[in-house]
């Protein structure tokens, strides 16, 4: 959340408001145009940072009262921002945490780590708290061009606590923070990546992806790695345990893993003996037995890892702690 914040209150121009005709003018102009009025008696204090990513529109927001909105339809007619849709992603938020929002007969409650989106074409109303974190303005036409029906995961709350929509909660705050390092010929593949992970997100809800690509594969990929590195001194470690960390199903994870260059078994081996090498080439380790060290990263048997060993090294890990304790003397 600190970080967040220091993300919205730093580097470029940002809006700052006080009042509700003020919060309506860059509310009109950051994403579409509502009515607007607050929900509890107190001052009114807003912060906006809006930075374009390619077609993606990332706006950071902080306020600190109730809110609530209405989009009428003489509000759509004249509005240029009418084909966008906007995807909420709330890190914090008052008042017991929960959001409303209402659009085409359906309804959803939103709160913190809970994706929703909703239209701009539509009428719509919102009852939002306090709240801190990130909206997307996306336009329908980057949606409708994967999933033609992208309408019906409209309003609908979307845990982006595990599973896909993790991933892609991840990734697009990875964007937001580390969005002024970004080269701005790479902005396209950012938001089309943004949009990728999301319709997966949408059409797996949770599940294994009905619709892969080379980018969804590669993020999971990535995330099953830093997750492995994160647990390698774990011996309960296994694809059943990954699979489930990742939302995704075990057979779908050994398919992420037929586009790497190595099995999943491999990995998580071969990540094991290079922890062990560089740990009996430590001096700071000598205090521990060479099995000791082969127990601390995952080895449940010593036979099996002296032999792996020997087979990636070409020698027993007894004898090469015996050439490194002799080379540091």
């Not at 730093?10 to 700052?16: C, N, W």
Request: glycine share 6%; net charge positive; hydrophobic share 35%.
């Amino acid at each position: 959340m600190n970080a967040f914040l220091k993300t919205l209150q730093g580097g470029e121009v940002r809006d700052q408001v006080s009042s509700i005709g003020d919060l309506k003018s860059v509310i009109n102009k950051t994403f579409f145009t509502m009515e607007l009025e607050k929900a509890e008696n107190k001052q009114l204090a807003a912060q906006f940072k809006h930075v374009n990513i390619g077609p993606v529109g990332f706006v950071g927001i902080h306020t600190n009262c109730s809110i609530d909105g209405v989009r009428r339809c003489n509000d759509i007619d004249d509005d240029i921002n009418k084909d966008h849709c906007l995807i909420y992603m709330p890190i914090k938020m008052g008042n017991g945490g929960q959001s409303w929002h209402y659009q085409g007969g359906k309804q959803a409650r939103g709160g913190e780590r809970i994706i929703t989106i909703v239209e701009g074409s539509r009428e719509y109303r919102v009852h939002r708290p306090s709240f801190l974190g990130l909206t997307l303005v996306i336009p329908n036409a980057l949606l409708q061009a994967r999933v033609p029906r992208f309408r019906q995961y409209c309003v609908t709350a979307h845990d982006a606590s595990r599973g896909a929509f993790a991933l892609t909660w991840d990734f697009i705050m990875s964007v937001w923070f580390n969005h002024t390092g970004l080269k701005s010929q790479d902005y396209l593949y950012y938001a089309n990546s943004i949009v990728d992970l999301l319709v997966t997100a949408l059409e797996s809800d949770g599940k294994a992806p009905a619709v892969e690509s080379n980018l969804t594969k590669s993020a999971y990929l990535q995330r099953a790695l830093s997750f492995i590195d994160a647990h390698l001194n774990s011996p309960d470690i296994s694809p059943e345990l990954i699979a489930r960390q990742l939302g995704i199903k075990k057979r779908y994870l050994y398919d992420v893993f037929n586009s790497h260059e190595q099995s999943l078994g491999t990995v998580i081996r071969e990540k094991r003996l290079e922890r062990c090498h560089q740990a009996l080439a430590d001096k700071k380790m000598a205090n521990l037995s060479v099995t000791e060290i082969a127990y601390n990263w995952g080895f449940t048997s010593y036979t099996h890892f002296s032999r792996v060993f020997k087979e990636k090294y070409h020698i027993s890990p007894r004898k090469f702690r015996q050439t490194k304790t002799v080379a540091s003397r």
